[in-house]
């Protein structure tokens, strides 16, 4: 296999049972810390997973939001988010640690992640918890979104991250979930995406429009239908140079 010219990232551990086929295809694993999804021993066994593969561990904090899989917007005071991504870090780098891996990124899930996308005050929490935890670690935050800038602000390095299997609104935020367009389900159209995306830096919105973006890694969701065929195919895009 060829080397990745761009990082393919998954959010793992959430409870699918694809998790170790996914893991051969991508370069970046984002492992949910207990919140939204995932336990001690799913994190050891995805850890372990992402150490014999190869690929980069990263943590994947969300809300303590398990019946709404961490989907559900909260408000929260800067102090409790700094404390409640810090909690959620501790727990994944002990067990990163304890099997001889170092975590690389931190990437916030469904709510925390939208949110902090627009929030800058949210935004900023969530850079000074991974700052103060480890200032080498890589945030990643939506492309053109006040995460990235937020976190730049500090000094911190990030990862402009776009969605293989999602679509955009014309200012260049996701399209909710609660909208029936919201998910990519079309191989052909998710490769496409992906193409226009690294090659030209721009997508296509739900409304025609082709937007700028800047793509420095791309997600795949592992709870998709089609996130192995996705994985497989834009792994074999990215190790052709596309």
Same mark, same amino acid.
């Not at 051969?24 to 810390?33: G, Q």
């Not at 389900?185 to 997508?203: E, H």
């Given at each position: ?5 761009? *990082?393919? &990232? ?7 049972? &694809? *998790? ?9 694993? +984002? ?33 303590? *939001? #398990? ?36 975590? +690389? ?22 850079? +000074? ?5 480890? &200032? ?20 911190? #390095? ?27 389900? *079309? ?44 994985? #497989?195919?834009? &792994? ?7």
């Amino acid at each position: 296999m060829g080397e990745l010219t761009i *990082d393919i &990232n998954c959010d793992l551990g959430e409870g699918c049972a &694809n *998790d170790a086929e996914l893991m051969k295809f991508i370069s970046s694993a +984002n492992i949910a810390c207990g919140y939204h999804a995932g336990d001690a021993d799913t994190m050891q066994k995805t850890v372990d997973l992402a150490i014999e593969e190869g690929v980069f561990i990263g943590a994947h904090p969300g809300y303590p *939001d #398990r019946e709404n899989f961490g989907r559900t917007a909260m408000e929260m005071t800067p102090k409790v988010v700094h404390q409640m991504v810090t909690d959620q870090l501790s727990v994944l780098n002990e067990i990163t640690r304890s099997a001889g891996g170092r975590l +690389n990124h931190v990437k916030p899930h469904g709510a925390l992640y939208n949110q902090s996308a627009i929030e800058p005050e949210l935004a900023a929490a969530i850079a +000074n918890a991974v700052q103060d935890f480890d &200032n080498d670690l890589i945030l990643f935050g939506l492309s053109g979104s006040v995460s990235i800038t937020e976190a730049a602000k500090l000094g911190l #390095r990030t990862a402009s991250e776009v969605f293989a299997d999602r679509t955009y609104q014309t200012d260049g935020t996701l399209t909710p979930r609660s909208r029936p367009d919201a998910l990519i389900r *079309d191989t052909d159209k998710a490769v496409t995406q992906v193409l226009d995306m690294i090659k030209y830096g721009r997508v296509r919105s739900v409304d025609a429009i082709m937007i700028p973006i800047v793509a420095e890694t791309v997600c795949i969701h592992g709870d998709g239908k089609k996130a192995v065929e996705f994985a #497989r195919l834009i &792994n074999r895009l990215a190790t052709e140079r596309i």
